[in-house]
């Protein structure tokens, strides 16, 4: 078992007494981190609740899975991000309205022939959109060289 001096991880597992309880939660945010990373390409999937996920079944479980998810670069920084209430950058709500309305007006205008799903698609995409939009945008702060 591996410890950790961040103190904001040390106060957060509470590791489960039950092997076979610590064995579930680990293979369930195993789960959440695979559909979490899915959800990074794959625009009506969210990636953070996924990756939330992750984090309290790994608190629960094994400190070195939490300590790796919370350390790890890439999926880190959505739930420090996300608890600290920073927001996302534009550039990322950006792609992510981008690849969204692309993948949306590509499925309905070629893969899909009921309008009524159609539609569906098109409120869907209205939707997340208006979701993403309402989401804190982030201030990227410019590094002087």
């Known amino acids: 078992m591996t410890t950790s001096s961040d103190p904001v991880i040390e106060e957060a597992v509470f590791e489960h007494e039950s092997g076979a309880v610590r064995t579930i939660l680990i293979i369930v945010g195993t789960i959440a981190v695979i559909v979490g990373v899915v959800g990074i390409f794959l625009p009506l999937l969210p990636t953070t609740p996924f990756l939330l996920l992750a984090a309290a079944c790994y608190a629960r479980s094994s400190r ?82």
């Open 64 to 145: 070195r899975f939490y300590t790796w998810l919370l350390t790890n670069p890439w999926l880190g920084a959505y739930i420090s991000d996300y608890r600290a209430g920073r927001g996302v950058p534009m550039k990322v709500k950006a792609s992510i309205l981008a690849l969204l309305w692309a993948t949306i007006l590509v499925s309905a205008g070629f893969f899909v022939e009921s309008l009524i799903i159609r539609a569906m698609l098109l409120i869907i995409a209205l939707a997340v959109t208006m979701h993403v939009l309402s989401i804190k945008t982030r201030v990227e702060e410019v590094s002087e060289k």
